[in-house]
């Protein structure tokens, strides 16, 4: 077995697949439906200036959903996987399911779900947890500052991104586990790959990846997926 000092480093980005079989659902480019909402309603910087009530009613909703969600056996298994490589975990997705899995090193391109911050500071400093109860709409922090979803929506940056490419370039093995892949800038993770880094691409519908970065494709949900390659990694490299 791997000591501390000699584990590989396994890097996960997971998408809205990897959440689907815990039934809550994100957004997968859909028809650019999210619960029955057009997207740019409730997941753009323009859909809260129109309406801040209806994206805050919203995501006090998907929190509720969110608290009655489990971790599946995707996130387990990734979580699982701590024991014998060094493993990070990029997600697209705003739960909090690959933490209560037991994953140790989680990062959120996208925002949590669990936290509001001011209308205009996105600063970690600034984060507040509010856990599963809902955000009321007006609600400020301490300073007075109006709190919004900490969420990262269409049309804003992504400030954990710079961090991400960092952890993919570093990566002895990737994986994509339930992305498809076509949400910028998280998409565009997979051009930071070092060319002999193993890659695996987990999900069941057909997902597009140049073809020179050679991906481990397995067409499985992510809960046998991430079966199949625990196994394979387990076999070659412990």
Same mark, same amino acid.
């Given at each position: 077995?791997?000591?501390?000092?000699?584990?590989?480093?396994?890097?996960?980005l997971?998408?809205?697949?990897?959440?689907?079989?815990?039934?809550?659902?994100?957004?997968?480019?859909?028809?650019?439906?999210?619960?029955?909402?057009?997207?740019?309603?409730?997941?753009?910087?323009?859909?809260?200036?129109?309406?801040?009530?209806?994206?805050?009613?919203?995501?006090?909703?998907?929190?509720?959903?969110? @608290?009655? #969600?489990?971790?599946?056996?995707?996130?387990?298994?990734?979580? !699982? &996987?701590? +024991?014998?490589?060094? =493993?990070?975990?990029?997600?697209?997705?705003?739960?909090?399911?690959? @933490?209560? #899995?037991?994953s140790?090193?989680?990062?959120?391109?996208?925002? !949590? &779900?669990? +936290?509001?911050?001011? =209308?205009?500071?996105?600063?970690?400093?600034?984060?507040?947890d509010?856990?599963?109860?809902?955000?009321?709409?007006?609600?400020?922090?301490?300073?007075?500052?109006?709190?919004?979803?900490?969420?990262?929506?269409?049309?804003?940056?992504?400030?954990?991104?710079?961090?991400?490419?960092?952890l993919?370039?570093?990566?002895?093995?990737?994986?994509?586990?339930?992305?498809?892949?076509?949400?910028?800038?998280?998409?565009?993770?997979?051009?930071?790959?070092?060319?002999?880094?193993?890659?695996?691409?987990?999900?069941?519908?057909?997902?597009?990846?140049?073809?020179?970065?050679?991906?481990?494709?397995?067409?499985?949900?992510?809960?046998?997926?991430?079966?199949?390659?625990?196994?394979?990694?387990?076999?070659e490299?412990v």
């Open positions: 077995m791997s000591t501390n000092t000699d584990k590989k480093r396994l890097v996960v997971t998408g809205a697949g990897m959440s689907a079989e815990s039934g809550f659902k994100t957004f997968r480019d859909s028809g650019g439906l999210w619960e029955n909402y057009n997207v740019e309603d409730v997941a753009s910087i323009q859909g809260w200036y129109r309406n801040p009530k209806l994206m805050t009613d919203f995501y006090n909703d998907l929190r509720s959903q969110l @608290e009655k #969600a489990q971790p599946n056996e995707g996130h387990k298994i990734l979580a !699982e &996987l701590e +024991k014998y490589f060094s =493993v990070f975990i990029i997600t697209q997705n705003v739960d909090n399911l690959h @933490e209560r #899995a037991g140790s090193h989680v990062l959120h391109l996208h925002g !949590e &779900l669990t +936290k509001a911050r001011p =209308v205009n500071d996105d600063s970690e400093r600034k984060l507040i509010i856990g599963y109860r809902p955000l009321e709409y007006g609600e400020k922090n301490s300073d007075g500052e109006l709190l919004r979803p900490h969420i990262v929506w269409f049309g804003e940056a992504v400030p954990a991104i710079s961090e991400a490419a960092r993919v370039r570093s990566a002895d093995i990737f994986a994509v586990v339930g992305s498809s892949l076509v949400v910028y800038p998280a998409a565009g993770l997979i051009h930071d790959l070092r060319g002999s880094t193993k890659s695996y691409l987990i999900d069941p519908a057909e997902v597009e990846v140049p073809s020179w970065l050679n991906f481990r494709v397995i067409k499985e949900p992510a809960s046998t997926g991430c079966a199949v390659m625990r196994d394979e990694l387990l076999r490299f």
